[in-house]
């Protein structure tokens, strides 16, 4: 991309990515795999799951089709409150009782221990995130979930030297798809919006709404990991989102072409 001169004739950007933030869930951390680990954790205290029983309750989990997760990003339930309610589905589905309140305060706490023990980097990751660093990029992390949860996955998967600026769901109190936190993501690292990758594994609220905020957003679509009901996306929500601005990417070894494509 060329220099662009505004109306007032002051240069506003030359096309160089000064700096790229990372989404953290199922971008960075197989999260999906650890909820799979906490999930079969957490039920196996309750029933013997099948495999097929264990599979439902990891595609309910991820599909979320009460929406439970976007309610509590929103701000409309707690933490523990959405999470209850999806556990609540999953009980149903598999025909078990309905949990008392000690009931799910057990099943919480294994799922939670299970879930921490199991976060890990995709294979892609840590190498992705070295290559920004050497590019001389800022980087940062923007995520919907608790800050706290949050630089507690970090450091056990090892990047707490490099991903220090984190904007979490209670750092303004709203989330993606917010363009606020894009921008308080922009801010701690000290780059222009304009100057700014988002990369994330939703299409809505990570890589369109980093569009929509004015960072160039990308959507990280691994192989094999889309998720269902609510999330699913259309061929004809993909095309507009690329015409919208959005760059697709199948790993995270892709992402250095899209910060080094915009420098030419
Ligand atoms: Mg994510």
């Known amino acids: 991309m060329s220099g662009v001169t505004g109306s007032n004739g002051t240069s506003t ?26 999930l079969a954790e957490a039920f196996g205290t309750l029933t013997e799951l099948t ?34 309610a999806r556990v609540l589905e999953i009980t149903r589905h598999l025909g078990l009782d309905d949990l008392d309140d000690d009931g799910f305060a057990a099943w919480d706490e294994a799922y939670r221990a299970a879930f921490a023990a199991s976060w890990a980097l995709f294979d892609d990751a840590h190498a992705c995130v070295a290559a920004a660093v050497d590019a001389g990029l800022a980087v940062g992390a923007v995520t919907n979930a608790p800050g706290e949860m949050q630089r507690a ?35 701690l690292i000290g780059t222009e919006p304009s100057a700014t990758v988002y990369v994330g594994d939703e299409l809505d609220v990570d890589a369109l709404a980093a569009v929509e905020a004015g960072l160039r957003g990308v959507w990280l679509d ?24 959005v760059a697709v990417i199948a790993s995270l070894r892709e992402l250095p072409e899209v910060w080094g494509s915009a420098r030419t």
Do not use: M
């Open 13 to 38: 950007t030359d096309g160089t990515v000064r700096g790229v933030l990372f989404d953290i869930d199922d971008t960075l951390v197989d999260t999906a795999r650890a909820f799979a680990a906490g």
């Open 153 to 187: 996955k970090i450091a056990a998967v090892g990047l707490a030297d490099v991903l220090g600026s984190l904007v979490a769901v209670d750092t303004l109190g709203v989330g993606k798809p917010d363009p606020r936190v894009f921008h308080e993501g922009c801010r």
């Open 51 to 84: 495999p097929q029983a264990q599979a439902d309750a990891v595609r309910i989990w991820r599909a979320d089709a009460g929406g439970h997760y976007r309610r509590y990003v929103a701000g409309e339930v707690g933490i523990v409150e959405q999470r209850r």
């Open 222 to 245: 691994r192989p094999g990991r889309r998720r269902g009901g609510p999330h699913a996306v259309s061929d004809e929500r993909l095309a507009e989102a690329r015409a919208a601005g």
